[in-house]
């Protein structure tokens, strides 16, 4: 089958390797290269990377969706697109050229977690399951009819990058079903559910900030859900402070009030949540290097409690 591939981030690799071996893949399109680094060199996508590996062609318009955009994928003529991570919303213009339809790969059991950041929000709402929905695409935002589904389970300490990667190889052999799927007639195009529906947005840095309120579990997820952007933070006393790693030893806080340190643990750095203690595995200070938590706290010195949000920045 004649396949043209959209992708930019890392997440898309897999699957542009997937068809590429089992299909004719006549052209790849991905973002242009970007400043990366502290020099701000320009830097190709992996998408980019992967096809040059594998000799596929490559162009990367601005903006896809603009006429020399559309002109290079007509050129391709393919018989179906495959998008994953491509990183902007596709026009009709695009999406509706090839016979078999325009294909999303996405990171959630559609239509739960529409959106930009499905694997990051999953884990920091604190659920146990997600998966790789393929769908074709339409005019909104991650709602075209369904074509195949694949479950899997979130472990209880894995971080959003983590589960990228393992969801990312999924991807890969269920883009190849769903295409042998679309070929023979085995798989029809269904609505999607009314019911279910839950979105996605992309992360700020905002959205790392811990709560010392919250329960464990719930500062837990959002250290797992933000690792490894935007990482989760606090504060002690003027001092921002990253946590890269935590892990839910299951002590319940007794007199220990929220945020504060708990001293009379000499080996592990522990913290008082809404209702147990925390453990923070990881910690790096404001222009430090990651260190472990009881090197941390062999570093402490007057402060002894991490800050609280004020109530009206309280996440809901």
Known sequence: MRIVFLGTAPFARPALEAVAAHHDVTLV?????????????????????????????????ERVSRPEGVEEIQKARPEAIVVTAYGQLLKPSVFEIPPLGTINIHASLLPAYRGAAPVHWAIIRGERRTGITTFLIDAGMDTGPLLLKRAMSIGEDETAGDLTTRLANLGGSAILETLDGLASGEIAPSPQPEEGVSYAPPLTREDGRIDWRANASTVHDLVRGTSPWPGAWTRLGTERVKVHRSSRPGIRRGSVASGEIALTETKRLLVGCGDELIELVELQREGRPRTDGRAFLNGLRDDRCFELLPHAETPS
């Open 29 to 61: 399109v991905t973002q242009p290269d970007r400043p990366a680094g502290r020099k701000g060199d320009p830097k190709a996508p992996a998408v980019k990377e992967a096809a040059r590996e594998l000799g596929l062609p490559i162009v990367q318009p």
